[in-house]
């Protein structure tokens, strides 16, 4: 959901994010959930925000998906129809946060083909389930 800065503003002061982060002159951020019991919470987030989970969450599995390389990345942007500012800007980024991602214990998937990068990405949630 889009919200205005402001009132973006207003629900981060009043903690109601579960993670937040400021990308490219742009807010993102996640309302804390309530699943319901025995379910599991899936978030598209950047490192940034992952390291937020993680601090309230320490048992949180984190995956970490990138692309096969720094061209391909490139080209995908350029296809989705990014400017090419912004496009350089996610580029400088992205080989940032595959550090960071490391550093943060997160599992590195590498999305090839995103039927192989979904059952990959089953994996290894059916093995950290396995070891609770």
Do not use: C
Not at 1 to 12: G, I, N, P, S, W
Not at 43 to 68: C, K, N, W, Y
Request: glycine share 6%; no cysteine.
């Amino acid at each position: 959901m889009f919200v205005t800065r402001a009132d973006f503003e207003k629900k981060l002061a009043e903690g109601g994010f579960l993670e937040h982060a400021e990308f490219l002159d742009n807010y993102y951020g996640t309302p804390i959930p309530h699943p319901p019991p025995g379910r599991d919470i899936v978030l598209e987030i950047d490192v940034q925000g992952a390291r937020q989970v993680i601090e309230t969450h320490p048992d949180s599995l984190l995956i970490f998906l990138m692309a096969p390389s720094a061209a391909e990345q490139e080209a995908r942007l350029r296809r989705r129809g990014d400017p090419p500012e912004k496009v350089q800007q996610r580029l400088e980024k992205a080989a940032e946060e595959a550090d960071a991602g490391r550093e943060l214990g997160a599992s590195i998937i590498v999305n090839v083909d995103i039927d192989e990068t979904v059952e990959d990405m089953w994996t290894v949630i059916e093995k950290a389930r396995a070891s609770l």
